[in-house]
């Protein structure tokens, strides 16, 4: 199995959902990465992609401190879904506007 790449760090996560000390850590462990693997698969980035980046918008925008910024209030926008909304069976975390700050960095098919 391979391990997904993180896109936002535990301090954007805890400012983002408003959550103090280290009691719910690991379950804000669990749901940054279940966030960045949506994110990366919303995107068309898959682990043996990453490591060889394909021509795509947004590794122009990477760089050394990690995803754009964009790619990263998404990805943190995904996550308050999956943790003020843990219950739900009919939510989907990709709401319209975390799709919409990701499409300009999405490779479009060709039909």
Known sequence: M???LILV??????????????RSDSDIEFK???ASHIVLNYLKIY?????????????EEW???GAPELVQL???MVLSEL???RESSTGDP?????CSLLHRYRDQAMA
Request: glycine letters at 2%; hydrophobic letters at 35%; proline letters at 13%.
């Open 63 to 65: 760089d050394a401190d």
């Open 2 to 4: 391979t391990e997904t």
């Open 83 to 85: 943790f003020e909304n």
């Open 32 to 34: 940054m990465r279940a």
């Open 94 to 98: 990709l709401t319209p506007a975390v």
């Open 47 to 59: 682990p043996p992609d990453f490591y060889s980046p394909p021509s795509s918008p947004i590794w």
């Open 9 to 22: 760090t535990m301090a954007q996560t805890k400012d983002h959902i408003r959550v103090a000390g280290s």
């Open 74 to 76: 998404a990805t943190l």
